[in-house]
């Protein structure tokens, strides 16, 4: 069985809280710095990393006490492990949490 041979997974979560960029007409109070989730492995499971990914990311920001997540960015990529047999994947997610007025 391949990647493609599975259903389709379409997910519903939204994150109102999390932008590529600033939103316009609004105002950032505070930049409370880089935050950084990171998904340990995907092998074999391709479904939902990027909402359990964002939110891991929200809650690093809200422990700081932003409100929302600017600059959003994603990364991944595969290295193998064991030699030749095994690679495995990952995703890693940054953004700056900041505070937000009148989100």
Do not use: C, W
Not at 22 to 48: C, D, H, M
Not at 83 to 88: L, M, P
Request: charged residues 20%; glycine residues 6%; aromatic residues 10%.
């Amino acid at each position: 069985m391949g990647l493609f041979d599975s259903k389709l997974d379409v997910t519903t979560i939204t994150h109102f809280q999390i932008f590529t960029s600033v939103p316009p007409q609004i105002k950032i109070l505070k930049n409370f710095g880089l935050v950084k989730a990171t998904t340990s492995e995907i092998t074999a499971k391709y479904r939902n990393e990027d909402d359990e990914l964002l939110s891991a990311l929200f809650t690093e920001a809200t422990k700081l006490g932003a409100n929302a997540i600017i600059n959003l960015q994603y990364i991944s990529g595969s290295y193998q492990r064991n030699g030749h047999a095994f690679v495995t994947s990952y995703l890693i997610a940054t953004g700056d949490a900041v505070l937000l007025e009148d989100i």
